[in-house]
């Protein structure tokens, strides 16, 4: 009977966490049909709510965004509009910060966990996965000595939490992993 149990929790648990997230996601995305005008909205024009409905705009709106800034015009908008949020103190430094993260995972030139590698954390002795990020830069670089490499050691099982190290390029072994395997082997515990 325990055997059983158990299975059925193996089974409905995953199942159940995926569908309350995916439904959170696109409930909150539903949100974005109350930016649209009282005639446009779904329910005012054909009497009901259309769930889903505000993804889909929200995707609209993001590939056109996209289409807008792709072009002379659009990169010129882009830089004006960057100037002036650099003018607000609070602004400026929340904006940045977030634009920095995102350019480094979403943008299709960077490469925000480069390779997989196995590092001592957090004691001499332990091994754990970390994500190659890059070199050391700034002030930083100029106070260590030798060859050092920048590691992002995620959490488990939320690996959007995590410690940055700036570690000697000879204490990390270069996994033959990829990223997305790593990712699941950490999520997986």
């Not at 004006?80 to 995972?105: H, N």
Request: no cysteine.
């Amino acid at each position: 009977m325990k055997k059983y149990f158990i299975t059925g929790l193996l089974i409905w648990i995953p199942l159940s966490i995926t569908f309350m997230v995916l439904a959170w996601i696109v409930g909150t995305l539903d949100q974005i049909i109350e930016w649209l005008p009282n005639g446009l909205q779904p329910r005012n024009a054909i009497g009901f709510n259309i769930p889903g409905a505000g993804l889909v705009v929200g995707l609209l709106i993001v590939l056109a965004t996209g289409l807008v800034a792709a072009n002379v015009i659009g990169q010129k908008l882009v830089r004006y509009w960057e100037a002036l949020l650099a003018r607000i103190p609070v602004v400026k430094s929340l904006y940045y910060g977030v634009k920095q993260v995102s350019d480094t995972l979403f943008s299709s030139t960077g490469q925000a966990f480069r390779k997989a590698l196995l590092v001592q954390y957090p004691r001499h002795g332990s091994w754990t996965i970390a994500f190659l990020t890059g070199a050391p830069g700034g002030d930083a670089a100029n106070h260590l000595k030798g060859d050092h490499v920048s590691v992002y050691v995620p959490t488990t099982p939320n690996p959007t939490s995590g410690f940055f190290l700036m570690m000697p390029k000879e204490d990390v072994i270069e996994l033959d992993m990829s990223v997305d395997e790593a990712l699941k082997y950490i999520i997986s515990m």
